[in-house]
């Protein structure tokens, strides 16, 4: 519920290793609240979130270890560089193997590095948002509109990302307004917001 | 048991049942006001010292005491929010907060009344009495907290929060006149020896708070179910009544 | 596949990030200190040339300046992270978020509190403060202000997702910021005055004591709900 409005109920869903859900609707159907509820963010009124059969509020701080989520804030400091951002994402989960500078380099932000990341354009501090996926390791990755800002190359790139976190047997739940090209066997659709 | 409880806290049936029980509550609640008061004010006898100003205490009191009573029971919700989110848990301790705020208004203001004949001024910065004034403002905090969150059962997260913080004011409060010594007297009823007031006094005076606490549950009833319907607008029970 | 840091190194990490973004936004962070020096400046100016009354009251102008400047400085613990998504990605962190509450409000007292300290003496001396309540003054100050920032922080967290989050927010803090004040000032007024103000500086132990193990915790919980 959200000021007493009734967002959704009765949703039953699962989701295996190397899959990927997509969650539509038109504005204000509550993909979001969903979302932040698969995060743990948000309680929902009824219902349990299940990650490996266990309820994430049981698991805590082992169950956020393992999720990475990137909403509607991009969650990136204005007056602290690109490094440092990343840095800062990456002591607050778990490192990746990748080196900071292989993670901008992947992202198109090599030169950007010690830029203080306020002075970036909204699509730069996009992909800086979403940088995070590759500095720190994560099995699930919760995105709400990813591409927003983002230019058609940048989303082909990070496409071919998701991709990438499907086949290490990741799994992603996101929400986009933009047409996504994946292969259709991972991807299940949810469609919030038609009426009962 | 846990059956009970359980279906205690279902909307619905508190709903109901609080209703069949408001009668009741409402004649106790009168006839036990009127005995004490007639105890405090016709049958007992003036105190030797102070005449027959020293009647107050028997609002004054009692007020005092549902003011750290209330505030308990709203912690305790507070608390059984926080583990299990209980609606009604929820509605109580919303509820509760206004009544609260007015018997800790109304003791501050019959001890105000009360001090002037008997120290000589309204008002003293003591333990207790500063105290007791902070008591009330966590009370309108928790009101103002509670209106300014619009979804309500964030808002009752925020508020239960709040009330726990606040809880640690209430032994402040009472063993203050114990730690201090200053103006206000000590205690004289909630010692653990034989407290040290004649029974023709302490019987109207417990009498009040006695009716003071069934007027407390019959309020709250009335606010329960106010704010029941409020909440529960939607749904089916309500459209049903 | 590497593990998460360290509970400790998270702390730290935190802790050195609020004081850099400090460091960065000076002149917001300066406010508070000004504040505190110019209320002070104010009461020698509005009670003319008695020294001695200005003497007498100097514990409890500097405290109310210091309670003021706290209140001011509140705001800054949690609105810039809660504004641009990090304090999301705060609570969505692997380690316990009480700890890195406990970072957080650290880093607002080492920027807040510590100056206060640094100021006080100066501004004592100015008031006319007998030198014996001087060593008091700054105790009380040292254990005071940590207080203030934890339990601050609660409020905070519990209104920073409000529209008209600043005027609540003082309804809220005040009440529960009314002990230490009291205690503070009365330890000071008795050094002054010669007495031994042993047993309130123990009581501000003791909500020190007391605010460092829960108001974490506390925060914790308002700020999931905040951010809710």
């Known amino acids: ?196 | 048991m846990f059956l009970w409880f359980h279906k205690l806290g279902s909307p619905p049936h508190f709903y109901r049942i609080a209703g069949k029980w408001i009668p009741w509550l409402t004649w106790i609640t009168v006839l036990l006001l009127l005995a004490g008061l007639y105890g405090g004010l016709i049958e007992a006898p003036p105190d030797y010292q102070q005449g027959e100003s020293y009647r107050i205490i028997f609002v004054h009191v009692p007020s005092a005491w549902m003011s750290l009573f209330i505030y308990v029971v709203m912690a305790v919700c507070g608390a059984i929010i926080i583990i299990w989110r209980m609606k009604l848990a929820e509605v109580v301790l919303i509820s509760s907060a206004p009544i609260g705020a007015s018997f800790t208004f109304l003791a501050l203001v019959t001890g105000s009344l009360w001090g002037k004949p008997m120290w000589g001024t309204y008002w003293v910065w003591d333990a207790r009495l500063t105290s007791e004034l902070i008591l009330l403002f966590l009370y309108l905090g928790v009101i103002g907290l509670h209106n300014a969150i619009d979804d309500k059962r964030t808002a009752a997260r925020a508020v239960a929060i709040l009330a726990l913080v606040g809880v640690v004011n209430i032994p402040i409060i009472h063993y203050s006149v114990e730690w201090w010594h200053s103006l206000h007297q000590g205690p004289t009823v909630t010692k653990f020896d034989k407290p040290s007031i004649h029974w023709s006094m302490l019987l109207p005076l417990l009498l009040m708070a006695l009716a003071f606490q069934f007027y407390y549950v019959l309020a709250l009833f009335h606010r329960c179910r106010a704010e029941l319907l409020r909440r529960e607008r939607n749904s089916k029970w309500v459209e049903e009544l | 596949m590497s593990h998460r840091l360290s509970l400790t190194q998270a702390f730290v990490f935190l802790l050195r990030r609020d004081l850099l973004l400090a460091l960065r936004n000076r002149a917001e962070y300066a406010m508070p200190l000004l504040f505190f020096v110019l209320v002070i400046t104010l009461f020698p100016l509005a009670l003319g040339t008695s020294a001695e009354l200005l003497a007498r009251i100097a514990p409890g102008i500097i405290w109310v300046a210091a309670l003021l400047a706290a209140m001011l400085s509140l705001d800054s613990i949690f609105r810039s992270d809660f504004d641009d998504g990090s304090l999301e990605q705060i609570l969505l962190s692997a380690h316990p978020v009480a700890v890195l509450v406990l970072a957080k409000v650290t880093a607002h007292w080492l920027v807040t509190g510590v100056p206060l300290l640094l100021a006080a003496p100066l501004l004592a001396e100015m008031l006319g403060m007998p030198g014996e309540a001087q060593p008091v003054l700054l105790l009380t100050i040292l254990l005071g202000t940590p207080i203030l920032s934890l339990i601050g922080a609660i409020g905070v967290a519990l209104t920073v997702g409000l529209r008209k989050g600043g005027i609540i927010l003082s309804l809220l803090v005040l009440p529960l910021y009314v002990p230490v004040l009291i205690f503070a000032a009365s330890a000071i007024e008795n050094a002054a005055s010669g007495f031994d103000p042993s047993a309130q500086i123990y009581m501000l132990m003791a909500f020190l004591f007391l605010s460092t193990s829960l108001s974490p915790w506390a925060t914790a919980a308002a700020l999931r709900m905040s951010v809710s």
């Open chain 1, 1 to 196: 519920m959200r000021n007493d409005r009734l967002l959704f109920e009765h949703l039953d869903i699962n989701l295996d290793a190397g899959q990927m859900l997509v969650v539509e609707g038109p504005n204000g159907c509550g993909k979001t609240s969903l979302l932040r509820i698969l995060t743990g963010l948000r309680l929902a009124d009824g219902g349990e979130v299940l990650w490996r059969q266990q309820p994430i509020d049981r698991l805590a701080g082992d169950y956020f270890e393992q999720v990475n989520y990137v909403g509607h804030h991009d969650g990136v400091k204005h007056e602290l560089s690109c490094l440092e951002n990343l840095r800062l994402a990456r002591a607050m989960g778990v490192p990746s193997g990748l080196d900071l500078d292989e993670v901008l380099e992947q992202v198109n932000l090599y030169a950007y590095g010690e830029t203080e990341a306020g002075s970036l354009s909204a699509g730069q501090k996009r992909r800086l948002a979403l940088a995070r996926l590759l500095a720190t390791d994560a099995m699930l990755w919760i995105l709400d509109e990813p591409f927003t800002s983002l230019d058609k190359a940048s989303m082909a790139l990070f496409s071919g990302l998701f991709e990438q976190q499907l086949e290490r047997q990741g799994v992603i739940v996101m929400t986009s307004h933009h047409d996504i090209s994946l292969p259709t066997q991972a991807l299940q659709r949810l469609r919030l917001g038609v009426a009962a």
